[in-house]
């Protein structure tokens, strides 16, 4: 949220100048960086609202919205100090409730959260449903998201961070491959059903995303942790690609490109009007590309290079070997 | 004042604004004509003797809007004066308006209602998620710094999610075609929605025919046209919509058994066993539950050699055909130009 202010729609501005003004009363003093940083928002957000509080208020018995009638700051601590006291209050006094919608967003969220060891303590989250329920105008909607048993790996990450340890792990690789790995885990990340842990690998000596998935007879060792997630800058994208990565190209139908989204390169190119699309995508090995293919059966066809195509071909024709056989 | 009238272009959160901060603060309520020829935002386009219907229809809209944010706007009509239209008076009650003095929430709450709401930053339910944000931070609290970062993500991507949610909330009955596997066509669909629920990470309809008043569930990635609602209403049955349909979705789990002979040591062999309720029987073989029999081919057909289906048949012969699919679309040899 912070950055996309061309995604911040006049719901969001209004929600937050209806928030902004029970925080500025609870702080009494705060200035507009700290403010800006509170709400995820960039400083010029703060001081617009500010600025648009000051011109605003009920219409009053004059029914012309004298000096009284509207918000005030202190002007002085605004313009000089970048500092926000507020000095007339107009109506509001306390924060709003949740819509039934976002109400109903948070409860989901939190049953998503269900893996993690946060998550485990059973009586903060009954609290939670409760308060949120009251907090909330009307009825949240009817939106559920079935509960994952806790993730004993999480809890175990978790732990050895909290006590300053690294952790070791049996990871299975795409290739098939098993290897013992060492690491300081950095940052737990999720995307739909599938969770990967960010880490310091030690054997790699470099940042890696492991799929929890593949992560196995987890152990907390005794050697100190080296690496911190606040000391270290992580790449934005789970997927972060790197110079061995091999360009695949591979149609399919237009439709369906949002299925893949996250592992595209290019543009979809069109062909003809035949609703296919021609696109690129980048694989760090083709060990990957070949369980994509097959996870999305009928849909993508690689054309090139043709060693993918094969591998691709090798692998549908073994599978499928083993049924005449049986 | 002058400079206010000059300027009749206020943006749509200053009408907004002064719409909420004017009926909150009125006790006895303000008539429409109040609102329209006193509100900032409305009075700069009022016509005291003139046709002010475009400027009532933008009120309806405004009256809208800001109940879907959460704000309590009511209508009410003065003892002796019901009936009447032009007497309506609108206010917002502080008391429905404000959050309950005794709801306030911890920094270990308040860290995990921020990571709830950082799940949908991305597609349907972001708006709500980033505006849930912001009214919680109203209060103030500081976030406890997490011992592990985490940074959770679902993005609903199906379009019909939207328009479905929307239904659901005002009880409109909706229609749609649904494309179930196995059938060569799609059929026509007319329900009430009562829930959305996302189960082994998938979304569902929890819906009841209109008909038939039959409870049925559909899996959104299935439904293959636009989601049409007229006007008709029906009141949803008084339950627990959500719990009910997880708990069907959850029979139909525990119901649905398939078993897998793997390879040992094999990608397949160490995801398929962290799969939940997915157990290794004694033959060797790793059972699993799944809720849609199509969907649970896809995968494994992912898996290619290093799982062979042994039951159900439907299973095994679903798996055989995505694997002859993806073959016919990559034959070797004859190069690139053949297949589709």
Redesign the interface.
């Known amino acids: 949220m912070a950055d996309s202010s061309s995604n911040f729609q006049a719901r969001d501005r209004l929600t937050f100048l209806i928030s902004l003004v029970p925080f500025l009363i609870e702080r009494g003093r705060v200035s507009v960086a700290e403010t800006a940083r509170h709400f995820e928002v960039t400083e010029d957000q703060v001081r617009q609202s500010v600025s648009l509080l000051t011109v605003s208020g009920i219409p009053g018995v004059t029914a012309t919205y004298q000096p009284d009638d509207l918000f005030d700051i202190a002007w002085d601590d605004f313009e000089q100090n970048d500092e926000i006291v507020l000095t007339n209050l107009i109506a509001i006094n306390d924060s709003p409730r949740f819509s039934s919608r976002e109400a109903a967003a948070l409860i989901a969220g939190l049953q998503y959260l269900s893996s993690l060891p946060e998550r485990s303590d059973q009586d903060l989250i009954s609290a939670l449903l409760v308060k949120l329920g009251k907090a909330t105008f009307g009825t949240p909607s009817q939106l559920a998201v079935a509960e994952a048993p806790t993730n004993r790996a999480i809890s175990l990450f978790r732990e050895a961070v909290s006590n300053g340890y690294q952790v070791e792990f049996d990871y299975l690789n795409a290739k098939g491959e098993k290897e013992r790995r060492r690491v300081d885990p950095l940052r737990v990340e999720s995307l739909e059903n599938d969770w990967y842990l960010r880490a310091w690998c030690h054997l790699r000596e470099a940042l890696r995303t492991f799929r929890m998935d593949r992560i196995s007879n987890v152990t907390i060792t005794d050697s100190p942790l080296e690496h911190h997630s606040s000391e270290v800058t992580m790449p934005e994208s789970l997927f972060e690609g790197s110079a061995d990565d091999i360009e695949i190209k591979i149609e399919l139908p237009i439709s369906a490109t949002g299925l893949i989204a996250e592992y595209l390169t290019s543009d979809v190119v069109p062909v003809g009007d035949t609703g296919l699309g021609q696109v690129g995508l980048r694989v760090s090995h083709l060990h990957g590309l070949k369980r994509l293919v097959c996870s999305r059966p009928g849909l993508i066809k690689v054309l090139s290079p043709q060693e993918a195509v094969e591998m691709v071909h090798e692998w549908a024709s073994e599978a499928i070997g083993q049924y005449s056989q049986s | ?1 002058s400079d ?1 009238k000059a300027n009749s272009r206020v ?4 009408r ?3 719409l ?3 009926l ?2 009125t006790r006895n309520g303000l008539t429409k004509s109040e609102i329209l ?4 935002g409305y ?1 700069q386009k009022y016509s005291p003797s003139g046709d002010n219907s475009a400027l009532e229809r933008q009120f309806q809209r405004d009256k809208d ?2 109940r ?5 706007l009511e209508t009410f009509e003065p003892l002796g004066e019901e009936g009447n239209n032009q007497s309506t008076r609108y206010r917002i009650l ?1 008391a ?6 005794d ?1 306030r ?1 911890s920094r ?2 308040a ?3 921020n ?7 991305e597609g349907a ?1 972001s ?14 609290v500081e976030i406890a710094d ?10 609903v ?1 199906e379009p019909s999610f939207e328009p479905l ?1 929307e239904a ?2 005002k009880n409109l009955v909706t229609e749609f075609d649904y494309f179930k596997p196995g059938e060569t066509e799609s059929t026509h669909r007319q329900v009430l929605p ?8 998938r979304w569902h309809l929890y819906a009841m025919d209109a008909n038939s008043q039959e409870r049925k569930t559909f899996l959104l990635r299935r439904i293959v046209s636009e989601i049409a609602t007229g006007s008709k209403v029906i009141a949803p049955p008084r339950e ?4 009910v ?2 708990k069907e ?2 029979a139909v789990w525990d119901r649905n058994l398939a078993q897998i002979r793997v390879q040992p ?3 397949a062999e ?2 398929l066993l ?3 309720g997915a157990k290794r029987l004694d033959n060797g073989l790793i059972e699993l539950h799944f809720v849609d029999l199509h969907i649970l081919a ?2 494994l ?5 290093e ?2 289906v042994e039951s159900p048949s439907e299973l ?1 012969e679903q798996v ?1 055909a ?6 016919k ?4 040899s004859t190069g ?1 130009a053949n ?2």
């Open positions: 004042m206010r943006p749509v959160e200053e907004l604004f002064s909420i901060l004017a909150l603060a020829s006193t509100v900032h009075s809007d800001i879907e944010l959460g704000v309590p502080p429905e308006y404000e959050l309950p003095r709801i929430f270990q709450e860290s995990l209602l990571l709830a709401a950082l799940v949908w930053r339910l708006g709500e998620s980033r505006r849930a944000l912001l009214k919680f931070k109203s209060l103030g997490p011992v592990l970062d985490y940074i959770p993500r679902s993005i991507r949610r659901l909330e009562l829930a959305l629920i996302q189960f082994q990470g627990d919509s959500a719990d349909g997880l979705l959850q040591g094999t990608d160490v995801r962290q799969q939940q896809d995968e057909a992912a898996y290619g050699p799982v062979l095994r055989k995505r694997l002859a699919e993806v073959l679309l990559h034959p070797v690139q297949g589709r």
